[in-house]
């Protein structure tokens, strides 16, 4: 029988050297999001099981804004800076989604940009393509609920609250 100073010598043999710790997006619902496979530098791999609170008719077909957070929340994942935040989106629903199906999203980060980043995003259902996209981010110093919002005077924007 194999002593602790063993497993422990077996188990760093199979560790990925490129994954990566979880800085971002921490208290998302996995059963809404999608669970996390895959997490290395500029790369995830997640899966989103369908649930029944996805269902959008009496068929079993998956409302598109489940798939979309699902490919978000990859996206976020692939950048993995504790404070991005999407800034816009290109997307294509390419195959519908039914309850029980299970949705592999692949996100990669494609450009580096100062704060900008863009990330290519796909959904497979086994080997089908349900989905892809490109997600533009932005990395803040700061949390974005906590930005303050000037104009180019250095003004504080009306309607805006001062946090």
Same mark, same amino acid.
């Given at each position: 029988m194999a002593n602790q100073e063993e $497993?422990?010598?077996? $188990?760093q043999i199979d560790y990925n050297e490129n994954e990566v710790m979880l800085s971002t997006h921490e208290c998302v619902n996995s059963d809404l999001c999608g669970k996390v =496979? %895959? $997490?290395? &530098? /500029?790369? %995830?791999?997640?899966r989103l099981s369908t649930i029944s609170e996805m269902v959008a008719d009496d068929l079993g077909l @998956? #409302? /598109? /804004?489940? @798939?979309? /957070?699902a490919a978000d929340y990859a996206a976020m994942l692939a950048v993995n800076e504790q404070n991005v935040v999407l800034v816009a989106s290109n997307c294509q629903f390419l195959s519908p989604v039914?309850? #029980?199906d299970e949705v592999t999203f692949i996100a990669r980060v494609r450009n580096k940009e100062g704060r900008k980043r863009n990330i290519h995003v796909e959904g497979? %259902? $086994?080997d089908i393509k349900v989905f892809e996209g490109e997600f533009k981010t932005v990395v803040t110093? &700061? #949390?974005v609920l906590k930005l303050k919002l000037l104009d180019e005077n250095g003004? #504080? =924007?009306e309607g805006e609250p001062i946090v």
């Open positions: $497993l422990e010598e077996e $188990l =496979l %895959v $997490l290395e &530098q /500029g790369y %995830v791999e997640t @998956i #409302h /598109g /804004g489940f @798939i979309f /957070g039914k309850f #029980h497979y %259902v $086994l110093d &700061q #949390h003004e #504080h =924007l």
